[in-house]
């Protein structure tokens, strides 16, 4: 009787019989220059917004809470504003008043992440209701 053994049979790749995508992954996995050039251009792209930013901030502190607003899907009323905080418990939820260089500002921390918003000159008296899983601040 004969008897007979299974070979494992290991394939090998010229590179001619693969996949451009798959080539292309394995060229973004290996190159570890790459990753070097991404966090500079994120860097480069982050300090070029930071100027235009801080000079419409100066002139115009009522658009930088337009824009908090609307990163925070946030709508802004003649007495107040409102921010969707749905899946957020109360807990989590921190307000603090404060000033910066004379203007008044609004500490918002929501779990790790904060945002100060500019007050306007009218918001003498600041109100915050946690109702539904929106944040409604009258003043």
Not at 60 to 84: F, K, Q, T, Y
């Amino acid at each position: 009787m004969e008897e007979w053994e299974d070979v494992d049979i290991e394939a090998v790749s010229d590179g001619l019989d693969a996949l451009p995508t798959e080539l292309h992954a394995f060229f973004e996995v290996t190159s570890d220059h790459l990753s070097e050039v991404r966090d500079r251009h994120t860097m480069m792209l982050v300090s070029s917004g930071e100027l235009p930013e801080k000079h419409m901030e100066t002139i115009a502190p009522e658009r930088r809470l337009d824009w908090i607003l609307e990163e925070l899907n946030g709508v802004r009323h003649n007495d107040g504003l409102s921010i969707p905080l749905q899946g957020v418990s109360s807990d989590n939820v921190n307000l603090k008043t404060g000033e910066i260089a004379g203007s008044k500002y609004l500490k918002l921390t929501i779990g790790k992440i904060e945002r100060r918003l500019p007050l306007p000159k009218d918001a003498l008296d600041i109100q915050a209701k946690f109702d539904g899983g929106i944040l409604r601040l009258n003043w």
